[in-house]
DNA sequence: AATTACTTTCAAAAATATTTTGAAAATAAA
DNA sequence: TTTATTTTCAAAATATTTTTGAAAGTAATT
């Protein structure tokens, strides 16, 4: 190996980073003058120049070019290392897009994923909302959360609170205007606000009781395609919405909406993530699921 | 970075490896008091105890172990990317596990993997030899070589001799003694050397000239579902064989066999290197199938 | 056009680090 | 018990790196 010294390379990355050597001894606190001994160094041991520097200004050769992320690699390699071993702590990095329904990921998912670039620091996430399954194609994800279980058994789905349903709910202002219905069946009385996932709205409603199945074609002023919207509009007093109750345990826990009718459950929406293919289940992917499903069950545990 | 030293860091892999510090001294031309103070350096730089050592034996501490293969990394892409930059050429570190038809495996494939291996030095291959593309899920393989299209629509073909058709052939010999058919229509006078894939007999032979077509009934005394097997005879005198163009380059170059009805051809066999996944093609898959690809036309176009 | 504020680099001295050398202590094998 | 080999040590000899102060160059500002 003809490199000796791993401080000249870092200080080699820095200084192609920050875009000239008092930068980098600047970073390092090191004098300007062992910034440039050190790249004179480098630059020796490896035969070949990587950065043109005049007074003024520094510009990266090709070969300096090339070695640039093999320097990255083995530093950030070795540094994850010692941190992992004298932490005892796993560190990841790694980048993720990740779709996520509108409602449950604005009010909660943000925070769970907050917890986990806490957890996990050298990971980068892009984040998108959606509550389309189609859009995971459209959209360049590596993993989509979604209620439902997908259709395409090209996708594999993997179950973050499968047992997860829909409920009736309402604001207190909405049921001491109307009153609140006694059954599914008095949803015809009401303002039924009304979700759209694609071209279809959700309108006949599904309930169950221990064996027991009915279902009500609900009517109302309000249709939206966005989850959040409808969540807004009930806790606004505008209506009765069906949602899945993991989404409402927020509101449920402040007051400002109230289960209705809590005998019967609606639908099934077991929350699941989604990706394209069993090989792009990264140990991030693993880690990033366990959290996520540690954190719906919790949620849902606690807000009954 | 707590570790200063590269140097350092390779010691301590040659003498994890080696099983001693002075064993690892002497392949670096280094003297023992070198290797065991550049060892005692990077385990004060780190805080902890790499590998515990009496004088005549060493072991590895846990925290050494898990160090091992962080720094073999990192020594490797620093190796390998400085060796790319210098020489231009890349430097690629693989494994790959291939299957490959029993003839042109055996007799040519052999050959211009080696090519590759002495192209890429850091590439291993495992080889197995098999006709049947059914294996490529019985054995772990990650690409196979085989001839025709697969109807499975999970794999992905990629063409290295699409062209590619069956011959007839026969050795001199055995044309001196039974003489040479005029036409396919007179291979039925002759003892044609069958080949089986899996449950079927390729016993009707098919011939193209033109936009003509036909097809012929061939019997004989021998069947084998191996096509070298079926080579090995043509080349013995015991018959006429239906082969891969591209499998009797050498022979018919050697002249050991002979081309029988060169105006008409048979069926088309094109060659393809297969994988399960698209996934799958890596750089190094690539680079070993343009390698292929380039062998094969060379051949059949030296051999017309 | 001159000034200012910064850059990179240098050379010599000072400070650190590493290697050599020879010897000591320890241990597995002969 | 002897022998050969291991690891490590301390002191001296080398080698390397950093400090320091100064020089030379350049882009932006006055």
């Given at each position: 190996?003809?490199?000796?010294?791993?401080?000249?390379?870092?200080?080699?990355?820095?200084?192609?980073?920050?875009?000239?050597l008092?930068?980098?001894?600047?970073?390092?606190?090191?004098?300007?003058?062992?910034?440039?001994?050190?790249?004179?160094?480098?630059?020796?041991?490896?035969?070949?120049?990587?950065?043109?520097?005049?007074?003024?200004?520094?510009r990266?050769?090709?070969?300096?070019?090339?070695?640039?992320?093999?320097?990255?690699?083995?530093?950030?390699g070795?540094?994850?290392?010692?941190?992992?071993?004298?932490?005892?702590?796993?560190?990841?990095?790694?980048?993720?897009?990740?779709?996520?329904?509108?409602?449950?990921?604005?009010?909660?998912?943000?925070?769970?994923?907050?917890?986990?670039?806490?957890?996990?620091?050298?990971?980068?996430?892009?984040?998108?909302?959606?509550?389309?399954?189609?859009?995971?194609?459209?959209?360049?994800?590596?993993?989509?959360?979604?209620?439902?279980?997908?259709?395409?058994s090209?996708l594999?789905?993997?179950?973050l609170?499968?047992?997860?349903?829909?409920?009736?709910?309402?604001?207190?202002?909405y049921?001491?205007?109307?009153?609140?219905?006694?059954?599914?069946?008095?949803?015809?009385?009401?303002?039924?606000?009304?979700?759209?996932?694609?071209?279809?709205?959700?309108?006949?409603?599904?309930?169950?009781?221990?064996?027991?199945?009915?279902?009500?074609a609900?009517?109302?002023?309000?249709?939206?395609?966005?989850?959040?919207?409808?969540?807004?509009?009930?806790?606004?007093?505008?209506?009765?919405?069906?949602?899945?109750?993991?989404?409402?345990?927020?509101?449920?826990?402040?007051?400002?909406?109230?289960?209705?009718?809590?005998?019967?459950?609606g639908?099934?929406?077991?929350?699941?993530?989604?990706?394209?293919?069993?090989?792009?289940?990264s140990?991030?992917?693993?880690?990033?699921?366990?959290?996520?499903?540690?954190?719906?069950?919790?949620?849902?545990?606690?807000?009954?």
């Open positions: 190996m003809k490199i000796k010294n791993l401080h000249d390379l870092e200080i080699f990355v820095l200084t192609a980073d920050s875009g000239s008092s930068a980098a001894a600047r970073l390092l606190e090191l004098s300007p003058a062992v910034a440039s001994a050190s790249l004179k160094r480098l630059e020796a041991e490896l035969g070949m120049a990587l950065l043109l520097r005049s007074t003024r200004s520094l990266l050769t090709a070969e300096g070019e090339r070695l640039l992320p093999a320097a990255r690699l083995a530093l950030a070795l540094k994850d290392a010692v941190e992992e071993i004298s932490t005892g702590r796993q560190v990841i990095r790694d980048h993720l897009q990740i779709s996520m329904p509108s409602d449950l990921g604005r009010n909660q998912m943000l925070g769970w994923l907050d917890e986990f670039l806490t957890r996990y620091p050298e990971v980068t996430l892009r984040i998108q909302l959606s509550d389309r399954l189609a859009d995971i194609y459209r959209q360049p994800v590596d993993i989509a959360i979604r209620y439902g279980t997908p259709a395409d090209g594999v789905a993997l179950p609170l499968p047992g997860n349903r829909r409920v009736l709910c309402a604001s207190p202002a049921l001491a205007r109307h009153g609140s219905p006694a059954s599914p069946a008095e949803l015809t009385q009401h303002n039924c606000l009304r979700y759209r996932l694609g071209d279809e709205v959700h309108e006949r409603w599904q309930f169950f009781r221990d064996g027991e199945e009915t279902s009500v609900v009517s109302g002023n309000r249709v939206s395609d966005d989850a959040d919207a409808v969540r807004r509009w009930a806790v606004a007093g505008f209506g009765i919405a069906s949602k899945s109750l993991l989404d409402l345990v927020p509101d449920l826990q402040s007051g400002r909406l109230v289960r209705l009718c809590p005998d019967w459950s639908e099934s929406a077991p929350l699941s993530l989604i990706c394209a293919d069993r090989r792009q289940l140990p991030t992917v693993a880690l990033l699921r366990e959290h996520l499903r540690q954190r719906c069950e919790e949620t849902v545990a606690n807000g009954i």
